[in-house]
């Protein structure tokens, strides 16, 4: 099962969007309503941001936002802070009913 | 409040076993999904294996099936993970997480197990 396709770096300044792609396959993105987004800050453990595409876990400011086309999603925040910079994961369920990630992306806002 | 709690950090030479500890507390343990998590030095995450803790039914990436060990023991709620023969590409930050529904998305993290192995 190859890693779902990320981009490698954003960035974007404080005020502004910034939309993170996630491209899988029609075995895995495509395929469910099962994409997941994390975001990562240094020396700590992921933090689920995005659940289900869209969904928001209880906590989680409105400033991020998830969607869906075929294969590819995206990860979408707006209103940019300086505490966003993070690493930032997708992941899919796989028609294996495996898990697998995407290679990770890092945001800078500037 | 849901809390996992990872063992601390290990030093092995390669061809040691070792077994790391993931103890859930704050909820009833039986019921979520545990999964394992590999982040190997500057790298991204990769899923290993989910183990449910009711019955021990334990799915595992093709990746690391036959290279790991996912148990747990839920009359302590504890999750493991689990190494015969250690190699130096084993050394990462290995994190435990509970499925929100089964493992397809994880809600709540432990702080991490680092492992390093080295001769």
């Known amino acids: 099962q190859s890693a779902l396709t990320q981009p490698a770096s954003v960035s974007g300044s404080p005020g502004q969007s910034i939309t993170i792609s996630c491209t899988g396959t029609?075995?895995?993105?495509?395929?469910?309503?099962?994409v997941s987004w994390y975001q990562q800050h240094p020396g700590k453990a992921p933090k689920l941001m995005i659940y289900?595409?869209?969904n928001r876990p209880s906590g989680v400011s409105n400033r991020f936002s998830g969607s869906k086309s075929g294969n590819t999603a995206s990860l979408t925040i707006s209103g940019l802070q300086t505490e966003d910079e993070a690493d930032y994961y997708c992941?899919?369920?796989?028609?294996?009913?495996?898990?697998?990630f995407g290679g990770g992306t890092k945001l800078t806002v500037l | 409040e849901v809390q996992l709690v990872q063992s601390g950090a290990e030093v092995k030479k390669p061809g040691e076993s070792l077994k790391i500890s993931c103890e859930g507390s704050?909820?009833?343990?039986?019921?979520?999904?545990i999964g394992w998590v590999r982040q190997m030095p500057g790298k991204g995450l990769e899923w290993m294996g989910s183990?449910?803790?009711?019955?021990?039914?334990?799915r595992y990436s093709p990746s690391f099936q036959g290279q790991v060990t996912i148990s747990a023991d839920k009359s302590i709620s504890t999750a493991y993970l689990q190494w015969s023969s250690l190699k130096a590409s084993d050394t990462a930050m290995y994190y435990c997480?509970?499925?929100?529904?089964?493992?397809?998305?994880?809600?709540?993290w432990g702080q991490g197990t680092l492992v390093t192995v080295s001769s």
């Open positions: 997480a509970r499925g929100r529904v089964f493992w397809r998305d994880f809600d709540y």
């Open positions: 704050g909820y009833t343990f039986t019921i979520s999904w």
């Open positions: 183990i449910y803790p009711g019955d021990s039914d334990t």
């Open positions: 029609s075995s895995d993105v495509g395929g469910y309503n099962y």
């Open positions: 289900d595409v869209f």
């Open positions: 992941s899919s369920y796989t028609s294996s009913s495996t898990l697998v």
